[in-house]
């Protein structure tokens, strides 16, 4: 490139960040020529930052938003399957201890889908599922594309990271937002997921998003909004979509952190008895509407088929294989959980019912840890987190166990890291008979 060419280019990227700024409409040209410009180096990470910011701001229509998807889409390769069996996937736009794809995942290729998943990392304060699934020893997800595909060709599912080759664009920013407080906007997340999603190229996407104090969206009505942006994005791109609302206040299940997340996870899939029965009927949920989708069947057959994987064992044995084939060690992996490492518990103050647990504080607590990563590059305790003895409307008496925190690699935080637990938790006198929905709502 000339000089001249360059310093066009640095005006015109200028020129970009300043109108999204100013509040106005981005044509499609230059959604295209800016991320083009950053995959090759000459838009810089702050000049990403600028414009990611604008866009949280002043938001981005839905032609916008299309053409940023699609820009991000085209940064990369995108996969064709080809004939034989049905693809899908499910995506979480991210919760504090959401699990659901290691139960998810498994039950429907063990129904004879294929599942490509494109898995994301740690963003805010949401735990990501290829930070939990590399906590299992041996664990490799960022894979080549050909391993990737091999993989699901072999075991029915892979669970991979963006890479130089699938959403390379999605990679970058991704990072990126993490770390400049530009995670929280419906067109940003919406192009961040459905430019992975579209690239794996599943023909159905089943979408969880999840709405309250622990996610993104905090509001049912910008969930919904989410939620139709997603499903409308993934129609127009020509697959089968719907979307689940679910609610994102109290943690999902009870463990919050890496490994104990796929140990609880593990549980359902082995039908351990204690397992939280309502992680399980929203994975058997999820998992049902993806093979409803994909092999276009009603849901009810698809319930059955999925029930019976789940029950049965060959969802269980569809994650052995995929962990396997990606170089982990389940053996490891409970060898790992038995080691004896630091732990603290926290007792209630007083004696009634547990009105409500603050998922944000909760992964706020994780966080501090060393569950997740407080700057870019830090190495996650795959060890550290929080198990729940008690989840919202159960009894507790004074000094009964709320919660115990667990981490390898910082002992010393884990007082520290307690006494901000302890504020998650609420109490009520009596018994509160409330309504607790696992779906706030579905689009399709
Ligand atoms: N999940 C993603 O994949 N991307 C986002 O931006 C948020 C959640």
Redesign the pocket.
């Known amino acids: 490139m000339t000089d001249e060419t360059t310093n066009g280019m640095e005006i015109a990227i200028k020129g970009i960040i300043e109108k999204k700024r100013y509040g106005r409409e981005l044509d499609d040209g230059e959604i295209e020529a800016f991320i083009d410009a950053y995959m090759a180096g000459t838009a810089t990470d702050a000049q990403a930052s600028a414009l990611a910011m604008a866009v949280c701001c002043n938001g981005m229509n839905r032609r916008e938003t299309d053409a940023l998807t699609r820009a991000m889409l085209r940064s990369g390769e995108t996969i064709d399957w080809g004939r034989g069996a049905p693809t899908a996937d499910k ?1 979480s ?2 919760g504090v201890g959401d699990k659901l794809s290691f139960i998810v995942q498994p039950v429907a290729a063990a129904c004879g889908l294929r599942v490509p998943s494109l898995v ?1 990392r740690a ?1 805010g304060y949401t735990g990501g599922t290829a930070d939990k699934f590399e906590s299992i020893p041996g664990c490799r997800v960022a894979l080549s594309l050909d391993a990737f595909r091999a993989t699901v060709e072999k075991t029915g599912l892979s669970m991979a990271t963006q890479t130089a080759e699938i959403a390379p664009a ?1 990679r970058k920013l ?1 990072a990126l ?1 993490d770390t400049t407080g530009t ?1 929280a906007s419906q067109a ?2 919406t192009a ?2 459905l430019s ?1 999603k579209l690239a794996e190229g599943a023909g159905a996407l089943v979408f969880d998003v999840r709405c309250g104090r622990g996610a ?1 969206m905090k509001t049912r009505e910008e969930a919904e909004s989410l939620a139709a942006a997603l499903t409308e994005g993934a129609k127009a791109a020509g697959r089968k979509a719907s979307a689940f609302v679910t609610p994102m206040d109290a943690p999902v299940g009870r463990a919050v952190g890496n490994a104990v997340e796929v140990a609880e996870a593990l549980d359902i899939l082995r039908g351990c008895d204690g397992a939280p029965a309502d992680v399980r009927e929203t994975a058997l949920v999820l998992a049902s509407e993806m093979v409803s989708l994909a092999k276009d069947c009603g849901l009810e057959d698809a319930r059955a088929q999925c029930e019976e994987v789940l029950s049965g064992g060959a969802a269980l044995a569809r994650f052995e294989a995929m962990v396997e084939a990606q170089g982990g060690s389940l053996d490891a992996f409970e060898h790992m959980m038995r080691r004896p490492c630091a732990r603290f518990a926290i007792q209630s103050p007083r004696g009634g019912y547990v009105a409500d647990i603050d998922a944000s504080v909760v992964a706020e607590s994780a966080l501090f840890l060393g569950a997740g990563r407080e700057r870019p590059g830090d190495a996650i305790d795959p060890l550290a987190g929080i198990i729940l003895s008690v989840r919202p409307g159960e009894k507790v008496s004074p000094g009964s166990a709320l919660a115990t925190l667990q981490a390898s690699g910082a002992p010393d935080r884990l007082e520290a890291a307690a006494a901000k637990l302890v504020r998650a938790f609420s109490f009520t006198r009596a018994r509160r008979d409330e309504e607790r929905p696992m779906i706030l709502s579905i689009v399709r």
């Open positions: 995506h736009t991210g994301g963003l999605d991704y937002r995670v940003l997340i961040s997921i992975k993104f």
